[in-house]
Antibody, heavy 120, light 108 residues
Framework: EVQLVESGGGLVQPGGSLRLPCAAS????????MSWVRQAPGRGLEWVAS????????FYGDSVKGRFTISRDNAKSSLYLQMNSLRDEDTAVYYC?????????????WGQGTLVTVSS | SYVLTQPPSVSVAPGKTARITCGGN??????VHWYQQKPGQAPVLVIH???DRPSGIPERFSGSNSGNTATLTISRVEVVDEADYYC???????????FGGGTKLAVL
């Protein structure tokens, strides 16, 4: 059974940093593109970032480019999101998601999400 | 940047057919994916590659994509289908994932 488990969420002050890990199991992690998708309270889904299977290419949404960094450790079957210079508008539930295969094929598996609250 | 437009809400009676549209410039040239999200839950992929159903998704869910509009069709709608629905594409010209704004399906 495919499982994606996010952690690391919590309350952080504006301008602060946070690192979100996502532990994957039940599939060969290194075979799939992975992504982060977020959802602000009461709002729709917003794509944050994606990373190819071997980590050679990374893609970012405009609202996080230059502040967030996506990475992966295939040996540990783990995905990460390093978030710096956090803003109030980054408050959201952050989901880790696996593509059907490569980037653009649809997010077939999702974690339960971890809540990040940016507030003073 | 590429934009996907969905109606904010759609209402349908139980047993009827619901159609949720997703508009985008020449969206027919892209692969469209659809997600269902119920309150407090993670999204679920219900249609990918325009019209393919992942394992476990009822046959009542179908999709089409042509021209400037993609459509998610839910036949014989049930109360359990009440949820938010999102369309999504990969915009290869900008290397970005694009989500539509979402449509709340009300089963009345």
């Amino acid at each position: 059974e495919v499982q994606l488990v996010e952690s690391g969420g919590g309350l952080v002050q504006p301008g602060g940093s946070l690192r979100l890990p996502c532990a994957a199991s039940g599939f060969t992690f290194s075979h799939y593109s992975m992504s982060w998708v977020r959802q602000a309270p009461g709002r729709g889904l917003e794509w944050v970032a994606s990373i190819k299977q071997d980590g050679s290419e990374k893609f970012y949404g405009d609202s996080v480019k230059g502040r967030f960094t996506i990475s992966r450790d295939n040996a540990k079957s783990s995905l990460y999101l390093q978030m710096n210079s956090l803003r109030d508008e980054d408050t959201a539930v952050y989901y880790c998601a696996r593509e059907v295969t490569v980037a653009g094929t649809g997010f077939i598996s999702w974690g339960q999400g971890t809540l990040v609250t940016v507030s003073s | 940047s590429y934009v996907l437009t969905q109606p904010p809400s759609v209402s349908v009676a139980p047993g009827k057919t619901a159609r949720i549209t997703c508009g985008g410039n020449n969206i027919g040239s892209k692969s469209v994916h659809w997600y269902q999200q119920k309150p407090g839950q993670a999204p679920v992929l219900v249609i990918h590659y325009d019209s393919d159903r992942p394992s476990g998704i009822p046959e009542r869910f179908s999709g089409s994509n042509s021209g400037n509009t993609a459509t998610l069709t839910i036949s014989r709608v049930e109360v359990v289908d009440e949820a938010d629905y999102y369309c999504q594409v990969w915009d290869s010209s900008s290397d970005r994932v694009i989500f539509g704004g979402g449509t709340k399906l009300a089963v009345l």
